[in-house]
């Protein structure tokens, strides 16, 4: 029995098009006040007390605040994930019979913070493999450009090209030497289908985890913007872990080729499995030893990519105008 509210409403088939089309898709006031103020709880708790790896992930940039696997110590996210329509619109959009919890991750700039976030294709960075997979971005602030909206590149789920993981602290780790440098989208935004939109609170965006996406610093004066991650997996994802791609540093049973399993990917439609949703009964810390051989692991990294060619060179992408829409 699924523990799931239904959404407000059920997905369109124009929708479900669009969001396969395009990769992405904005749903309008697909979230309740009552979810979205879990959303905004649960993200408030997190800025107030970080986990190591959201302060690792933060140390870089004043202003530019994240966090990850937060839903393991906080309870109200837990909830969220468990119960929220946002499974069911997963499910939806997916067109997958299992939907599992992957991961979710806390993205907050400040008022005036000048911190973009490069254009990134998700699927680079992550240990699974597959194509029904999908991410939903939830801002509970109003957002537009100026305060750091997202953008996208229409249908770029569909190139063959798999581009570096670039992520916002330049994590050298997982930047994989065999996939291609992501091209500077900004300096010819022409040449490129670029969507973004206005959102208030309640809405949403969903989309694939190979479309191109990034967002501008947040220009505002008075505005932040604080964003919470939720991304789903479906029938086909596999398990495909490798140095060059996230650790996972929380327990499951996911083993390399199958697909994935146990309490650090909680299966939530069609029914919660019993033991995954127990084991989180207990909120779960990073792993210590994998925190370390991670950190490690990148120090290493970082050091080559130095001695290989300039940071500069290999990373750079314009975010330097605001661009009119
Ligand atoms: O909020 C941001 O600027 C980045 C979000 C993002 O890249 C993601 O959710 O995959």
């Known amino acids: 029995m699924p523990f799931v509210a239904q959404p407000r409403r059920a997905l369109t088939a124009e929708e479900i098009r669009t969001y396969q089309e395009d990769g992405v898709i904005m749903l309008k006031q697909a979230m309740d006040p009552n979810w979205m103020a879990m959303v905004e709880a649960g993200i408030e708790e997190a800025r107030h007390n970080s986990s190591v790896l959201g302060r690792f992930m933060s140390r870089k940039v004043e202003g530019y605040q994240m966090d990850i696997f937060l839903w393991k110590r906080i309870d109200i996210l837990r909830d969220l994930i468990y119960y929220s329509p946002c499974a069911e619109l997963a499910r939806q959009l997916m067109k997958s019979e299992e939907v599992r919890f992957f991961y979710d991750q806390m993205f907050v700039k400040e008022p005036g913070t000048d911190a973009p976030t490069p254009w990134h294709q998700d699927l680079s960075f992550w240990p699974i493999r597959g194509e029904q997979i999908c991410s939903f971005w939830i801002p509970c602030d109003p957002v537009n450009r100026e305060n750091s909206g997202l953008l996208y590149v229409k249908g770029s789920h569909r190139w063959p090209q798999r581009f570096k993981a670039i992520s916002p602290d330049y994590v050298a780790s997982i930047i994989d030497d065999d996939m291609e440098d992501i091209p500077d989208i900004n300096a010819n935004p022409g040449q490129y289908d670029l969507i973004d939109w206005d959102m ?3 809405d949403i965006l969903a989309f694939h985890p190979l479309t191109l996406h990034g967002s501008y610093g947040n220009a505002s004066r008075k505005r932040r913007r604080r964003a919470l991650a939720l991304r789903w997996t479906g029938d086909d994802v596999i398990y495909a872990p490798s140095s060059k791609r996230m650790p996972i540093h929380y327990r499951h049973a996911s083993v390399e080729g199958g697909p994935l399993r146990g309490g650090a990917f909680p299966r ?12 989180r009964l207990q909120p779960e810390r990073a792993r210590f030893g994998k925190l370390a051989a991670s950190a490690m692991g990148n120090a290493v990294a970082a050091a080559r990519q130095t001695f290989k060619r300039p940071r500069t060179e290999q990373l750079k992408q314009t975010w330097t105008t605001q661009g009119e829409k």
Do not use: H, N, V, Y
């Open 268 to 279: 939530i439609l069609p029914a919660p499995d019993p033991a995954e949703r127990a084991a």
């Open 200 to 202: 208030e609170p309640g």
